[in-house]
């Protein structure tokens, strides 16, 4: 299935499917190798392959943080609350690593347990991904090589400051799993405790891409809420039928450029947006780092989720 990026404001999303060419890795930032844990509840979406992927699945650990590169097959994981706690809603959760690897811990299992604690039922989306050398030496060493500065141009005053951006992703395959995702959730809603009225969405980073690229672009996901969490902030072009979002960014992230696209988009199509902009926390916080004003973030996000009604237990 091959679908064209449309709705897409150049600043916005392409900036976050190549999130990998942006990032500068710190000495404390080595990649150790790890040995694939186990994921007994992980669940097949049956969405098919990679093309052109000789690699097969394999982890790393960075900052602490487990993380998943060469996936080709996606699943999704339930983490669902206890008995008695439930209220209905849901949150497909998807996490980032520039559509190349996913920070499963810090931005997937880490914040559905934390919603599932909220009594809402939280499901983590590992999606495919574009390939990556195979040895892990190797993709350190990509990961690590130098990059170049984009020049300055008398068209863009910010220019000079702006990485340079290779050409964008395609989506397709991700899209077709957060699909599957949105779907297999509705099938199995009675079982698994969710008003179907009540299923939305966020991401981080890459994942926040996922997100925004699936409420411009899915014609079968009707998410309730989104919350694109340190994703591209460019203007895009804004459905009638956009859900409420819920935006999250710090000014010391490189993402940020001081932009407010997005959320001006959202305002003008007379969509409800609740915007946080944090004064630091920088990238990839995921719930929160030490001593970063970011770190209440969740605490805001479940609070406006109460306040629009969307955990009231029916």
């Known amino acids: 299935m091959t679908l064209t990026l449309k709705n897409l404001a150049k600043s916005s999303i392409v900036a976050l499917s190549v999130l990998f060419a942006n990032i500068t890795l710190a000495q404390d930032g080595t990649i150790y190798p790890l040995d694939a844990p186990e994921e007994p509840n992980a669940i097949l979406l049956g969405t098919g392959g990679v093309d052109d992927q000789p690699a097969s699945e394999s982890w790393f650990r960075q900052w602490g943080d ?13 983490f669902l609350p206890e008995p008695g706690k439930a209220n209905g809603a849901a949150v497909i959760v998807a996490p980032g690593g520039g559509f190349r690897w996913l920070s499963m811990g810090n931005e997937g299992w880490e914040v559905a347990q934390a919603l599932a ?27 690590n090589r130098p990059r170049t500065p984009a020049p300055p141009s008398s068209s863009d005053a910010a220019s000079e400051a702006t990485p340079p951006r290779p050409p964008q992703l395609d989506l397709s395959n991700q899209l077709e799993d957060a699909e599957a995702a949105y779907a297999m959730i509705l099938d199995r809603a009675e079982e698994w405790g969710v008003d179907t009225d009540r299923i939305g969405m966020i991401g981080f980073s890459a994942g926040a891409g996922l997100t925004m690229h699936s409420t411009l672009n899915s014609e079968s996901m009707k998410l309730a809420f989104i919350g694109p969490i340190y994703g591209g902030m460019g203007p895009v072009d804004v459905p009638a039928d956009a859900p409420p979002m819920f935006c999250v960014i710090a000014t010391d992230d490189f993402l940020f450029r001081g932009q407010f696209g997005v959320i001006d988009s959202w305002y003008k ?6 915007f946080h902009l944090y004064q630091n926390g920088g990238h990839g916080f995921g719930l929160g780092n030490p001593n970063r004003t970011s770190n209440r973030w969740f605490d805001a996000f479940i609070h406006w989720l109460d306040v629009n009604k969307f955990l009231a237990v029916k």
């Open 66 to 78: 487990p993380m998943a590169r060469n996936i080709t097959t996606a699943t999704l994981t339930p």
């Open 117 to 143: 604690d909220q009594g809402i039922a939280a499901f983590v989306l590992k999606y495919r991904l574009h390939p990556t050398p195979e040895s892990l030496e190797d993709f350190s060493a990509w990961m």
């Open 269 to 274: 199509a007379g969509i409800p947006v609740e």
